[in-house]
């Protein structure tokens, strides 16, 4: 995140990502702390560092006591409901101690079939180091805005690359052409589905279905515990949500465990 241009500060040993923006002073967000401290602290916090808007995601599923207090010691402090998250509120993760096999079993028959084509489209997939490649195939899947990523892709690269990164990279056999590919981030055993993009000709081989399930392999073999898709619709937030029902739709068909989490908060 520094290298994002963002501050870091601790409070309550959980980072918090400050950026000023003069005259106003700092906008600040804590992404999934893990531990839980006083709300009266952040207001504290907001107040000593001139900071004119703070957003909180929790790291807390949507159920029992724990949550239910969370939630209301935030409303009653003066927080509200973030309607646009900045952390995903509703994700797929995968229990990676499952053998790959009932993994896939549990695959959706469309999904399995996928794979199936994928492979009899002679798709294969590749590690790569090549990070240029991927951030060629992103901007051409969002031009004209697709420059947007870039700076931030390398940066990421440049921080997770090599330990904690792995990128693959879907070709035809004996072709030279990238269709489609898949960067992995790995944080505290888990593996996280950070970007992945593909050209048309490569939907059409079906490599992104091929693509996750090499991921789900590569995730077990790196040693993660959980492989989390990293967001889907959140029916909490249906505007928020609209631009996501197709990638959902497409996630949704791997199985997996649906877990939902606190909302934002921002004050």
Do not use: H
């Given at each position: 995140?520094?290298?994002?241009?963002?501050?870091?500060?601790?409070?309550?040993?959980?980072?918090?990502?400050?950026?000023?923006?003069?005259?106003?002073?700092?906008?600040?967000?804590?992404?999934?702390?893990?531990?839980?401290?006083?709300?009266?602290?952040?207001?504290?916090?907001?107040?000593?560092?001139?900071?004119?808007?703070?957003?909180?995601?929790?790291?807390?599923?949507?159920?029992?006591?724990?949550?239910?207090?969370?939630?209301?010691?935030?409303?009653?402090?003066?927080?509200?409901?973030?309607?646009?998250?900045?952390?995903?509120?509703?994700?797929?993760?995968?229990?990676?101690?499952?053998?790959?096999?009932?993994?896939?079993?549990?695959?959706?028959?469309?999904?399995?079939?996928?794979?199936?084509?994928?492979?009899?489209?002679?798709?294969?997939?590749?590690?790569?180091?090549?990070?240029?490649?991927?951030?060629?195939?992103?901007?051409?899947?969002?031009?004209?805005?697709?420059?947007l990523f870039v700076s931030e892709m390398?940066?990421?690269?440049?921080?997770?690359?090599?330990?904690?990164?792995?990128?693959?990279?879907?070709?035809?056999?004996n072709g030279k052409e990238a269709l489609?590919?898949?960067?992995?981030?790995?944080?505290?055993?888990?593996a996280y589905y950070w970007f992945a993009?593909?050209?048309?000709?490569?939907?059409?081989?079906?490599?992104?279905?091929?693509?996750?399930?090499?991921?789900?392999?590569?995730?077990?073999?790196?040693?993660?515990?959980?492989?989390?898709?990293?967001?889907?619709?959140?029916?909490?937030?249906?505007?928020?949500?609209?631009?996501?029902?197709?990638?959902?739709?497409?996630?949704?068909?791997?199985?997996?465990?649906?877990?939902?989490?606190?909302?934002?908060?921002?004050?």
């Open positions: 995140m520094t290298d994002l241009g963002w501050e870091k500060n601790i409070i309550s040993s959980n980072y918090i990502y400050l950026r000023k923006f003069f005259p106003f002073g700092y906008f600040a967000k804590i992404p999934r702390p893990k531990n839980l401290f006083p709300v009266s602290q952040l207001i504290s916090f907001k107040k000593k560092n001139r900071i004119f808007r703070l957003k909180v995601a929790p790291f807390i599923q949507d159920s029992g006591e724990k949550y239910k207090n969370l939630r209301n010691d935030f409303l009653n402090n003066g927080f509200v409901i973030e309607n646009s998250p900045f952390n995903p509120t509703t994700t797929i993760q995968f229990d990676l101690s499952t053998p790959i096999d009932e993994i896939f079993n549990n695959f959706s028959e469309a999904k399995r079939r996928g794979v199936r084509r994928a492979l009899k489209n002679e798709i294969i997939v590749r590690r790569s180091e090549d990070i240029n490649t991927f951030i060629k195939i992103r901007k051409k899947q969002y031009a004209p805005m697709g420059f390398k940066k990421i690269w440049s921080n997770f690359y090599p330990n904690n990164a792995t990128l693959l990279i879907a070709y035809q056999r489609a590919g898949i960067l992995l981030l790995y944080y505290d055993k888990i993009s593909a050209y048309e000709k490569g939907k059409k081989l079906f490599a992104p279905t091929l693509l996750v399930y090499e991921s789900l392999k590569a995730a077990k073999a790196q040693g993660s515990s959980i492989f989390d898709f990293e967001g889907i619709c959140d029916e909490r937030f249906p505007k928020a949500s609209e631009s996501w029902k197709g990638f959902t739709k497409f996630k949704e068909g791997f199985g997996g465990e649906k877990i939902v989490y606190c909302e934002n908060f921002y004050l």
